[in-house]
């Protein structure tokens, strides 16, 4: 691997999900040998690191959020020597590896709750007025008459991080990843372990609590104490070489709280969620984009771009459109600090939106009608029908073989060689990366950036096309454009000045 313990800060990560990514076996679930088949792939991408979700021992009651050992793969996936050639290989190919780390809740199958620890659990006599995330009450009795808190599912027990045995083995959780050579940790729920003293109610409230999450605190998200816990992870991070880095899932009230996740001596990074969240428009993706910044700044560290990830509709349907998902994607690659990628986007998936009720697995959607598994449905990889799975766990829409890695491998004008055009430019370009941007003067619909040296990113959003007269050739762009100067709708283009 390359000697740069920074790495993190201009990475291009890509999230596997790996129920769903490739099948070695053929058993219609993806596997971690699904995964070391297709690093070539990744690589010929033009990746930095990938990042996997869990692949740990769990009844997948969550897909596999909900976690009943830590230190084991689930058969599902593999075994842990299929962790260890996964590792290998990817290092010896240049790919970092993050695993997922879900530190807030257990399965209700790990050893300590199945052996009654409820010290090691949040039990209480009465429920308070907590919601699940999921929908309903985030309380369940057992026969006794106790409750136990699950801010998720209720196979999905929160932990209780007051206890110091619960805290001790979480870093011997992250000694015993470290010491297999994974290079970094996405924390699950970064904002949670810690719950306000008492376990107060929130009180009256319209709509459900979970409308509430990044808007104002509630006293089981964002409490201070969630920071003594990083402030005793990093220096275990630390103490291994490479730059093992932690990035933080943090929904949070504000910029402020959010960049108290984020320094020398907690975790290295939190993920940017408002962009992913932002509208199609200049203006939107404008204000995301400085409030971002500023927020970095207030920390030193370089901010997080995403637009898709295993719980958010994939932004070709989000955003309206395969043209503007490339188009976003082209200005998300070509803003300062990190990008996070999702498994697929690379194709142009769309979310779907007609999977049988029957087989939809999300926990949410029993309880709110909300499902999470349009965006989890396996990645096409051939173009014959089923696309190289067979029976696979969720059903593959007909129409995706012409999406396929195969059907786009030659077509010099794919969304996939599109993102390879992008990362490989984004490698090599001296403005790409790290650095910081200048707005330049625009019309309305459209954003303008400069990049220094010598690199301008121009979106855009609006219905007509537009000559922003900035000059410069054209580099790369997500759709095709004139030699004019003249920028299509739902565009953007890197020009080279």
């Not at 291009?12 to 690093?39: C, H, I, K, M, T």
């Not at 275990?236 to 949070?252: F, H, K, N, Q, T």
């Not at 969720?394 to 129409?399: E, N, R, V, Y």
Request: charged fraction near 25%; proline fraction near 8%.
């Amino acid at each position: 691997m390359p000697d740069n313990d920074d790495w993190w800060r201009d990475a291009v990560v890509y999230q596997v999900y790996p129920r769903s990514f490739a099948d070695a076996n053929g058993d219609g679930v993806g596997d971690l040998e699904g995964v070391r088949r297709r690093l070539g792939y990744l690589r010929e991408l033009g990746v930095d690191a990938i990042w996997l979700s869990p692949f740990y021992t769990s009844p997948m009651a969550d897909g596999g959020y909900d976690v009943a050992d830590y230190r084991d793969v689930d058969p599902m996936f593999g075994a842990l020597a299929d962790f260890d050639a996964l590792i290998g290989d990817a290092h010896e190919l240049g790919i970092r590896v993050i695993v997922d780390l879900v530190p807030n809740h257990s399965s209700d199958r790990h050893p300590w709750f199945r052996a009654g620890l409820r010290d090691r659990y949040i039990f209480r006599d009465a429920p308070n007025d907590w919601e699940s995330i999921f929908g309903g009450p985030a309380w369940t009795q057992v026969e006794d008459g106790q409750w136990y808190l699950h801010l998720f599912a209720p196979e999905q027990p929160d932990l209780n991080w007051d206890n110091p045995e619960v805290r001790a083995e979480f870093r011997d959780i992250l000694r015993f990843w470290l010491d297999r050579g994974v290079d970094g940790f996405r924390v699950d729920v970064a904002h949670g372990m810690v719950k306000a003293a008492g376990l107060p109610d929130v009180g009256p409230k319209q709509g459900r609590q979970a409308e509430m999450l990044g808007d104002e605190r509630v006293p089981y998200f964002d409490q201070d104490g969630v920071h003594d816990i990083y402030r005793e992870w990093r220096p275990i991070l630390d103490s291994y070489p490479g730059g093992r880095m932690a990035v933080a899932e943090a929904w949070v009230s504000s910029p402020e709280r959010l960049a108290r996740y984020v320094g020398p001596d907690e975790l290295h990074q939190a993920f940017n969620f408002e962009f992913m969240m932002a509208d199609f428009h200049a203006k939107s993706f404008r204000t995301v984009i400085e409030k971002s910044l500023a927020e970095a700044e207030l920390v030193g560290a370089p901010t997080t771009w995403v637009l898709s990830n295993h719980d958010k509709p994939r932004h070709v349907t989000r955003h309206g459109g395969l043209a503007r998902a490339r188009a976003a994607t082209l200005l998300m690659l070509g803003l300062p600090g990190s990008a996070y990628l999702y498994n697929g986007e690379e194709l142009g998936l769309p979310e779907v939106l007609d999977l049988p009720d029957e087989l939809r697995q999300d926990p949410a959607f029993r309880r709110t009608g909300e499902s999470r598994d349009g965006c989890r449905v396996p990645l096409p990889w051939t173009a014959e029908p089923g696309c190289g799975w067979r029976d696979p766990w969720l059903p593959i829409p007909a129409s995706w073989p012409a999406l396929s890695a195969e059907a786009q491998e030659d077509d010099p004008g794919s969304t996939l060689n599109l993102y390879r055009a992008a990362l490989r430019l984004r490698r090599e370009h001296p403005a790409l990366g790290g650095g910081t941007l200048t707005w330049l003067d625009s019309p309305r619909d459209v954003l303008a950036i400069r990049r220094e040296p010598g690199l301008t990113v121009v979106l855009n959003t609006g219905e007509e096309p537009v000559a922003p007269g900035l000059g410069g050739r054209v580099l790369l762009s997500s759709g095709p454009v004139a030699d004019d100067g003249v920028i299509p709708p739902d565009t953007t283009v890197w020009l080279q000045h």
